[in-house]
C-alpha cells in the first residue's frame, strides 16, 4: 500500500469483485481511492473512502506512515496486488 498526499494525487480507480473476475489481468494493475481523515487514535489515524465504496470503507494509517502530516485531511491510498 503506497500513501500520497495531495500534491501526488493520480486518477481514481476503483474495482469490484466482479471486474477481477471477469478481467483477470487487472490483479497486476493498482487500486487507487481517495479517504478523508475520521478519526484519531493512539497509533493510527482512521480515514474512510471519499465516496464511501464498499469494499474500502475503512482504513487505519499508522501515524508514522504520515511523516509529520497527521492534520492530513485528504489522502490517496494506492494498493498494488503482490504476483
Known amino acids: 500500500m503506497i500513501i500520497k498526499f495531495r500534491e501526488e494525487f493520480e486518477l481514481e480507480i476503483i474495482r469490484n469483485e466482479r471486474d477481477f473476475t471477469e478481467n483477470p489481468e487487472l490483479k497486476d494493475k493498482p487500486i487507487i481511492k481517495y479517504v478523508k481523515r475520521v478519526s484519531c487514535h493512539t497509533d493510527t489515524i482512521r480515514f474512510d473512502t471519499y465516496n464511501n465504496y464498499r ?29
Request: glycine fraction near 4%; avoid cysteine; hydrophobic fraction near 40%.
Open 55 to 83: 469494499p474500502f470503507n475503512i482504513t487505519y494509517i499508522p501515524n508514522s506512515f504520515l511523516k509529520g502530516n497527521e492534520d492530513v485531511k485528504l489522502l490517496q491510498v494506492v494498493v498494488k496486488w503482490n504476483p
